[in-house]
């Protein structure tokens, strides 16, 4: 059996809450000191693709990244017919675990809003990371995605991880991580993530697998 915890991909800037899943290690947060400023920006990279050789190294199977696609979109829709285009949200799915983060306006908003993503079908459960609070900057925005790219060269540079079985999500210099890991891999990425200058916080919302299930899943190299 396996745990949930997240990645990175293009998010749809337009809420939620967990709901009960077996074994979740989620909202494993690291601590890095510092107050959060309101910067906001998601930046979603690695193993996120459907179709290439990207649908190879990512450890969703094709059909559940199709299904992941097709819960942000329609979960973004959702909220654009009821809030219009003036709330900054992000949301983000990683095998059916939805993400949202950004601001809103009231905790009424917040709940709404989570409510709305929980309603889209194939979705799994729901980690609700919106703030109430004024809607970040660009520049603050612009600030996360360094980090997110930052974070992702990381994993890129180490040789003991693969890293596009990571989805990077980045929220006022929050670093949000995401996918299908071991324990020791999700240990390694956080150690890593929270090495990158201007990270505030790091929080695991992976999905632990065992060694032994990571071996059947990796594609075993031709002889």
């Given at each position: ?94 095998n ?69 079985a ?10 949000y ?47």
């Amino acid at each position: 059996m396996s745990k949930p915890v997240l990645n990175h991909r293009q998010s749809t800037s337009i809420t939620s809450s967990f709901g009960a899943l077996p074994r979740l290690a989620l909202l494993s947060a690291v601590l890095l000191g510092g107050l959060l400023n309101t910067a906001c920006a998601p930046l979603v990279i690695g193993g996120a693709m459907v179709g290439g050789a990207m649908v190879a190294t990512d450890r969703r199977t094709s059909g559940i990244q199709v299904e992941d696609e097709g819960i942000e979109y329609k979960a973004a829709a959702r909220v654009r017919e009821h809030f219009g285009l003036n709330t900054h949200v992000n949301i983000n799915s990683y095998n059916r675990l939805v993400l949202i983060t950004g601001e809103v306006a009231s905790e009424a908003d917040r709940g709404k809003l989570e409510t709305l993503v929980t309603g889209v079908e194939n979705v799994r459960t729901v980690l609700n990371e919106t703030a109430v609070m004024p809607a970040s900057s660009i520049g603050s925005r612009s600030n996360d995605v360094l980090i997110a790219t930052k974070v992702k060269a990381q994993f890129v540079d180490a040789k003991d991880l693969l890293s596009n079985a990571f989805y990077v999500v980045v929220e006022r210099e929050v670093v949000y991580l995401m996918g299908r890991v071991t324990e020791r891999e999700a240990t390694r990425a956080t150690e890593l993530a929270r090495g990158v200058s201007g990270v505030k916080k790091v929080v695991r919302a992976f999905e632990i697998i065992s060694e032994e299930e990571l071996a059947r899943i990796t594609p075993q190299a031709k002889k």
